[in-house]
């Protein structure tokens, strides 16, 4: 008998009903706009949250912040739309104001309750050597969200009484360096990276270029031995795995 045995991993290629979590426009794409793809195609109905607007997101001090921050939403609805992603909400959070943690667990929450998704994508916040404090905060956040989201004594955001309850069946975290799930992108990866392309605030061609040799060559490692040219990975855990599990990292 095996761990998965006992706790199965939850079937991410199977979802129909997904909550797409990201720090910035673009997290999403970056991390899995293959997947998201996929899964659009599939007939999943899929909504992103986005949670601080990006607008540090530049090398330019001539750049004015406020004027970033609406072309990178803009640049976020086009790249979701792209993808086939059903809506978009905002937490409006000013990027690199590292949201305290209980409050942005209480507003993801109340989201989750309100969208009721059979799971969750996010960025992962055990990645090592993770600097990026919005990438530790959201990833964390959004694994208290649904490691709670059953419990009605846990409140939602900005709610005083018991809040009506929703279980996530899973959470599926990109940027991972312990993959337990690995998705067939061959169908999608051109798409994955013109999505990323619409961020033309963020990748210039020669930028794009750069990291496209790498966003192949990681996928190509993740998909050999497994019978398609690209995939995307991610390590996906039940809410069980959340708390008290010595095994979860070997899951």
């Known amino acids: 008998m095996e761990l998965k045995d006992l706790l199965p991993i939850p079937d991410l290629a199977g979802c129909k009903k997904l909550l797409c979590i990201q720090?910035?426009?673009?997290?999403?794409?970056?991390?899995?706009?293959?997947?998201?793809?996929?899964?659009?195609?599939s007939g999943c109905h899929i909504t992103y949250l986005t949670v601080t607007d990006g607008a540090l997101g530049t090398l330019d001090p001539a750049v004015d912040p406020g004027e970033l921050a609406l072309t990178r939403k803009k640049e976020?609805?086009?790249?979701?739309?792209?993808?086939?992603?059903?809506?978009?909400?905002?937490?409006d959070y000013p990027d690199g104001s590292y949201p305290n943690e209980q409050e942005l667990t209480s507003r993801?929450?109340?989201?989750?309750?309100?969208?009721?998704?059979?799971?969750?994508?996010?960025?992962d916040p055990f990645l090592p050597y993770e600097a990026h404090p919005d990438h530790r905060r959201v990833g964390m956040a959004a694994a208290v969200a649904c490691?709670?989201?059953s419990f009605p004594h846990y409140r939602s955001y900005g709610d005083p009484n018991p809040s009506k309850q929703w279980e996530v069946k899973g959470i599926a975290f990109y940027n991972t360096a312990y993959p337990n799930t690995f998705i067939d992108a061959d169908d999608t990866w051109d798409l994955k990276i013109r999505s990323i392309a619409v961020?033309?605030?963020?990748?210039?061609?020669?930028?794009?270029?750069?990291?496209?040799?790498y966003f192949d060559f990681k996928a190509a490692q993740y998909a050999a031995g497994r019978g398609f040219a690209y995939a995307e990975a991610f390590k996906v855990l039940a809410p069980l795995h959340l708390h008290v599990n010595v095994d979860t990292i070997h899951a």
């Open 147 to 149: 490691l709670f989201s």
């Open 108 to 123: 993801i929450l109340t989201v989750i309750r309100e969208e009721q998704p059979e799971m969750v994508m996010t960025v």
């Open 23 to 41: 720090p910035h426009p673009d997290d999403n794409e970056i991390g899995a706009g293959a997947t998201i793809a996929k899964l659009a195609q």
């Open 76 to 91: 976020a609805e086009e790249s979701a739309k792209l993808l086939g992603v059903s809506s978009a909400l905002y937490l």
């Open 199 to 213: 961020h033309r605030s963020q990748f210039d061609e020669e930028t794009l270029a750069k990291y496209k040799g």
